[in-house]
Nanobody, 120 residues
Framework: EVKFMESGGGSVQPGGSLRLSCVAS????????IAWVRQAPGKELEWVSS???????FYSDSVKGRFTISRDSGTNTVTLDLNNLKSEDTAMYYC??????????????RGQGTQVTVSS
């Protein structure tokens, strides 16, 4: 069974930072690109970032320059560093397999998520 376990969320002030982690299991981690996606209350699911099997990284325009994605095949972990956080970054963050023909378009097997709240 494919599983993702996200952690690291919390409440921070604007301009603050967080590190989100996602531990994957139940599939061959090195064979899949992995994405972070987020969903704010009342809004649609939004792609945030993806990392390919070859460590290439991709970001949405809304987070480019502020967020950094990385992966460690030794621990089956994907990390998302969130810097200079803004109130509009408030959402539940999930990781998932990125399975589309283009990055950021199709996802499988989201985890339970970790909540990020940015507020003064």
């Amino acid at each position: 069974e494919v599983k993702f376990m996200e952690s690291g969320g919390g409440s921070v002030q604007p301009g603050g930072s967080l590190r989100l982690s996602c531990v994957a299991s139940g599939f061959t981690f090195r064979d899949y690109s992995i994405a972070w996606v987020r969903q704010a209350p009342g809004k649609e699911l939004e792609w945030v970032s993806s990392i390919s099997t070859q460590q290439s990284t991709f970001y949405s325009d809304s987070v480019k320059g502020r967020f950094t994605i990385s992966r460690d095949s030794g621990t089956n972990t994907v990390t998302l560093d969130l810097n200079n956080l803004k109130s509009e970054d408030t959402a539940m963050y999930y990781c998932a397999q990125d399975v589309g023909s283009r990055f950021g378009k199709a996802f499988n097997n989201r985890g339970q998520g970790t909540q990020v709240t940015v507020s003064s």
